[in-house]
């Protein structure tokens, strides 16, 4: 079993950033594919950035340009690095592993889910 902590959610005025971070208990086959889900309210959880285990990356549209995703192997962490935040990026942000069919949004297969982290933008 793998553990994701999640951390670095607040609040900030639209146009600021945010640094999420995701730090897993261990390493497994599980943890070679690594992404970060968001969930608005009333809205379904997307997922928004994945990096696979060579770390290729993908992004949806929405936040491309805006949003990095990255992880430090020796510290088994996941990060997301948010920028130029709008309102709309206002959700609940998962961090998540598993294994990677594609590396394309929709391609990760969660095996493990981050118990969440809040991230509101106001205008």
């Known amino acids: 079993q793998v553990q994701l902590v999640e951390s670095g959610g607040g609040s900030v005025q639209a146009g600021g950033s945010l640094r999420l971070s995701c730090a897993a208990s261990a390493y497994n086959i599980y943890t070679s594919c690594r992404g970060w889900f968001r969930q608005a309210p009333g809205k379904e959880r997307e997922g928004i950035a994945v990096i696979d285990s060579d770390g290729s990356t993908a992004y949806l549209d929405s936040v491309k340009g805006r949003f990095t995703i990255s992880k430090d192997i020796a510290k088994n962490t996941l990060y997301l690095q948010m920028n130029s935040l709008k309102p709309e990026d206002t959700a609940m942000y998962y961090c998540?592993?598993?294994?990677?069919?594609?590396?394309?949004?929709?391609?990760?297969?969660?095996?493990?889910w981050g118990q969440g982290t809040q991230v509101t933008v106001s205008s």
């Open positions: 998540a592993t598993g294994r990677c069919e594609s590396t394309v949004i929709g391609g990760l297969v969660v095996r493990y």
